[in-house]
């Protein structure tokens, strides 16, 4: 089993940054793929970022391209999303999923295993 763990949510102004971070425990995820979602209050939970099990391919969807960065240190077993530019239609509930294949997949059902979710507010 694989345990995650989101951290770096907040409440922020809009054009402001945030940097999410995901642990993972109870095995190692060097060979996952991992991806960042995230949902809206009366929204579904949809794809943002994702990152091949090396870090050698990245996926975005269109509105966060340029603004986020996802990357991971396989040897801290952790994922991270840098967020800039931050908007108020990036509020949600921000969660952090792990594949057990190391290849992107955008499909939430493509996913093994999740996080709580961290909070993330932006004001204008």
């Known amino acids: 089993q694989v345990q995650l763990v989101e951290s770096g949510g907040g409440l922020v102004q809009a054009g402001d940054s945030l940097r999410l971070s995901c642990a993972a425990s109870?095995?190692?995820?060097?060979?996952?793929?991992m991806g960042w979602f995230r949902q809206a209050p009366g929204k579904e939970r949809e794809f943002v970022a994702a990152?091949?099990?090396?870090?050698?391919?990245?996926y975005y969807i269109d509105s966060v391209k340029g603004r986020f960065t996802v990357s991971r240190d396989n040897a801290k077993n952790t994922v991270y999303l840098q967020m800039n530019i931050l908007k108020p239609e990036d509020t949600g509930v921000y969660y952090c999923?792990?594949?057990?294949?190391?290849?992107?997949?955008?499909?939430?059902?493509?996913?093994?295993?999740w996080g709580q979710g961290t909070q993330v507010t932006v004001f204008s």
């Open positions: 999923a792990a594949r057990a294949t190391g290849v992107i997949f955008i499909n939430v059902l493509k996913y093994d295993y």
């Open positions: 109870g095995r190692t995820v060097s060979s996952y793929a």
């Open positions: 990152i091949s099990w090396n870090g050698g391919s990245t």
